[in-house]
């Protein structure tokens, strides 16, 4: 079936550090993938996305590439700051599906100043 | 910018008893959906609605539960007889195409005592 697992968390950086979130999948042909990300004491934000194999999504210094060799869409931003302290959730749409998303179990971020 | 908004932000609510959790999606949109997410698990999928009618639902989407749109602006979930393990976050999102993204809202949080 189609699922997403992503690295378990929290995440705790310093200001400025270099961040990656793995993310892998498993799913049939080429499913759609992307990034949403929760604010505290808000809802799901959608961040970046990407539809075909090596297509790289990227939003506010975040990047994500489609790998389909490594079936892997892992989160990357250079210089990480304090309010991009968040819940990152990996998820994908299947194939030829328009409907449901399918969510990985979210990892949370701390910064520190 | 336009957002889906669901209300209450908390329900409590006594085994058994019946709650209804409501959203207003955003205006145009004509694709609904329902998510949960149990405290510490996925995001889970439970069930879309289009043109009046469920596109999709998942196993979790039981006899137990029913989604209405009695008007043009609400979208509502129903659970019957609530249960213990029906306590989660619950989202809803919707869209305005078929290749658009879903937009959330910030979830109602459900305990059931």
């Known amino acids: 079936g189609n699922s997403v697992t992503q690295m378990e968390g929290p995440v705790t950086l310093s200001e400025e550090a270099f961040l990656t979130i793995n993310c892998t999948y498993t799913?049939?042909?080429?499913?759609?993938l992307f990034w949403y990300v929760q604010y505290p004491g808000e809802g799901l934000q959608l961040l970046l996305k990407?539809?075909?194999?090596?297509d790289k999504g990227s939003n506010k210094g975040f990047e994500a590439t489609y790998r389909k060799e490594t079936t892997s869409f892992h989160l990357e931003k250079g210089s990480v700051q304090v309010s991009d302290s968040a819940v990152y959730f990996c998820?994908?749409?299947?194939?030829?599906?328009?409907?449901?998303?399918?969510f990985g179990k979210g990892t949370r971020l701390h910064i520190l100043p | 910018e336009p957002e889906v908004t669901q209300t209450p932000s908390h329900q409590v609510t006594q085994m058994g008893q019946e709650v209804i959790l409501r959203c207003v999606p955003i205006?145009?949109?004509?694709?609904f959906y329902w998510y949960r997410q149990i405290l510490g698990q996925k995001v889970e999928f439970l069930v879309s609605?289009?043109?009046?009618?469920?596109?999709?639902k998942s196993e979790i989407f039981d006899d137990q539960f029913s989604v209405e749109r009695p008007d043009g602006s609400n979208f509502t979930l129903k659970i019957r007889s609530t249960k213990l393990e029906d306590s989660a976050m619950y989202f809803c999102?919707?869209?305005?195409?078929?290749?658009?993204?879903?937009?959330f809202g910030d979830g109602t949080r459900l305990s059931i005592l």
């Open positions: 799913a049939t042909g080429y499913p759609s």
């Open positions: 990407a539809t075909k194999a090596d």
């Open positions: 609605f289009y043109n009046n009618e469920i596109s999709e």
């Open positions: 999102a919707s869209k305005n195409g078929r290749d658009q993204p879903q937009h």
């Open positions: 205006s145009n949109h004509l694709y």
């Open positions: 998820a994908l749409i299947p194939m030829n599906r328009d409907d449901k998303i399918i």
